[in-house]
Each structure stands twice: as C-alpha cells, then as structure tokens.
C-alpha cells in the first residue's frame, strides 16, 4: 500500500487541547464547561477534536450548522448533547428532525416551525445586546416560546474580550431572562467570558477559541497552550544574487546575495498575503523570514545563515496565535478557521 503524504502538516497537540479545556472549566467554579467544534473545529478537526474531549469528560459541544453536525452523529451517546447554533431552516427540518442534535432556536419562525413539527426538546438563542441571532432579550417575541421544552437557554457575548459595560449589562440581561423563562439550564459565556469570573458561567459554558490556543484575554495568557503547529516542507533551495527580486510583483529586491528556500504553503491553505515580507518560520530554534509575497500555494524564506536545510526538510511556520495575531493584523479566529484542507492531520 502506498501511503501519500502532503507536503504540509499541522502537528496537532492533543494534551494542550485537553489541558486547556481543563483550565477553562476549572475557572467555571461548578458549571459544566462544553466546547465550541464549529468550523470543522476551528480548522483543527471536529471529530478527533470531539473524540480527545469526550474522552476528558466534556460533554456538550455546539457546532453552527446540521451539515456540521452529520459526521458527529456517531458520536453521540446517550448523555453527550450536541447543539446546533444556527437553529432550523426549512430546508433542515428533515434531518434535524432524525438527528440526535438539538437545534437552538433562533427566531419566531424557527420555534413555529419546531412546534408545528413536534420537534421535541431544543435549546433557545435570545440575544442580549450584540444584535446577532436569537431573540430579542425585551421579550418582543418571547411569547412564542410557550409550549417549547428548552434544555438551554443561550444568549452570546458581544465584547468579552474587552473591557466594557456590555457584558455586565448583557449579564445583567441574562441573569433576569433566567428568572422569567424556564429551562433546564443557562449558557452564557464564550472563552473570553469565562475569563470574566464564575459569574459569567451559569450551568454550561460553550469556549471554542481557547480550546485551540487562541488568547481571549489578559487572564488566559501563560495559561492557554498552543495546539495547532503548522509545518511545510522545503521544495527548493535557491541562491539570489544581489539585484534580483523575489515572488508576485517583485516587491523584494534582494540587496547582499541571499540564499532562501521555497516552502509548500501559501494563502490557500490560511496562510495568507498578511504574512508577505513579515511572517517567521522555524529551523529548530533558528528564526527565518518570510521574502516577498505569499503565493496561492508557496512562500519564500530566507535561508542565507542555514546551508544545511535542503530538499525535503520541514520547518515549522510561527503560529503562536497571539502573535501571528498581532503580525499579520489577521484575528487568532481567523488564523485557525483559515487552514485548509491540503494539511495533514497529525494528533500528537
Ligand atoms: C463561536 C461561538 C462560541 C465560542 O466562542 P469563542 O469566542 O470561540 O470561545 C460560543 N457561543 C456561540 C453562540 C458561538 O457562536
């Protein structure tokens, strides 16, 4: 059998994603702390992302949409609960209907729609300030709700990672919705409002970004781990005499004869033109940096100090989120959801 290999990889690290997962639940005092694997889990890989936190003891997990949800079906064992935050289209009501997954109703349509069909247990979205979905926290529309079994009631926070008044009054807001509507439990806060205080934590709280080593704030820094390691792998070594440029446009004119190597990675697998002429990678300890423009599918580094690095070799991309956050003036989110699909997977 021969066994193909792509000439990029993300080294993904299984104890920091489960470490982290700890850290955000110990910080939830006696809430259930769930986690967010939308996104094909933040780029990372939602079934094995699933598979190692089940395995910790995590026990709700929240995806955005029933195309999501299909391949965690398996999954789902008596007592593992998995939420769909988009709610139910019309188009959905089929297979949300035969799934084991919850929707979390988001509008008056899709709680009509529910009843109409005899849905059975949901979860509810009401928004409490960010103007996003769900519905509206004066009440407008909650009317509707009457004869809904909610498992949880959720609301999401605007700028947690901030320091503002509109988490406290969207706690607020939350905390006086749980007086008013019923359900079996209340969700509020994101990985950065778990950073807030227990306060924030109610009965589940739902991270994602942390999970993945992304740093939501101040309190998590030190704390939270980097999971996911990209790596190339060297395809050309070249020298470039002074007086030639590098890559699209030429925008690297090469002054002292540099040597540099050509990576198999560009801004179709995330790593985008952000990174042109700034971006770091790794030999080992060794920083080199990124010449010239990302392309679609490559990136040049240079390589003068390094002759050993050849053909072949596989350097490590610097991907410590906050980071590369700063750097490339991309969001640690979009830094994980942007990886493609051309990496191999590797969990360590
Ligand atoms: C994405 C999402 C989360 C996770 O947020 P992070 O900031 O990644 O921790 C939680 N709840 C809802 C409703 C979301 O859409």
């Known amino acids: 059998m021969t066994v193909f290999s792509a000439p990029l990889r993300l080294r993904l690290d299984s104890r920091a994603l489960v ?4 850290w955000l639940q110990q910080r939830n005092g006696a809430a259930a702390c769930g986690a967010a694997i939308k996104a094909d889990g933040y780029g990372a890989g939602a079934v094995e992302v699933m598979r190692r936190l089940l395995d910790a003891g995590c026990r709700d997990f929240f995806v955005s949409n029933w195309a999501e949800a299909r391949p965690l079906e398996p999954l789902l064992e008596e007592g593992i609960s998995l939420a769909v935050l988009h709610g139910v289209r019309a188009e959905d009501m089929e297979v949300a ?8 109703l988001c509008t008056p349509d899709q709680i009509v729609r529910w009843k109409a069909a005899g849905g059975g247990i949901c979860d509810l979205m009401v928004d409490t ?33 901030e320091d503002t008044r509109l988490s406290q009054l ?12 019923p359900a079996q439990r209340y969700s509020l806060a994101n990985s ?48 470039v005499p002074a007086g030639d440029s590098i ?25 985008l033109r952000a990174f042109s002429g700034r971006g770091i990678v790794k030999a080992g300890d060794i920083a080199l940096a990124v010449v010239g423009r990302v392309s679609m ?10 002759p050993s ?14 980071e590369a956050a700063a750097l490339s003036g991309l969001s640690q989110y979009e830094l994980l959801t942007g990886l493609g699909d051309r990496f191999d997977r590797l969990w360590e």
């Open 309 to 322: 690095l050849v053909e072949g070799d596989w350097l490590d991309i610097d991907y410590a989120l906050p």
């Open 297 to 306: 599918d490559l990136v040049a580094v240079d390589v003068s100090a390094q």
């Open 19 to 22: 470490n982290n997962w700890r």
């Open 170 to 181: 969207q706690l607020e807001r939350f905390g006086a919705l749980k007086a008013s509507v």
């Open 247 to 271: 890559g699209y446009n030429a925008t690297h004119v090469v002054v002292r004869d540099m040597d540099i190597a050509v990576l198999n990675i560009g801004y179709a697998d995330g790593y």
């Open 129 to 161: 300030g960010m103007n996003r979905l769900g519905l509206d926290w004066r009440g407008d529309s909650l009317a509707e709700i009457e004869g809904l079994t909610v498992d949880t009631l959720l609301s999401h926070l605007a700028s947690a990672d």
């Open 97 to 104: 209907l035969a799934s084991r997954a919850r929707p979390v």
């Open 192 to 239: 950065a409002g778990i950073c807030l205080g227990p306060d924030y934590a109610f009965d589940l709280t739902r991270p994602g970004l942390a999970l993945y080593g992304g740093v939501p704030r101040a309190e998590a820094a030190g704390k939270i781990a980097q999971v996911v390691f990209p790596q190339a792998q060297l395809l050309q070594r070249r020298h």
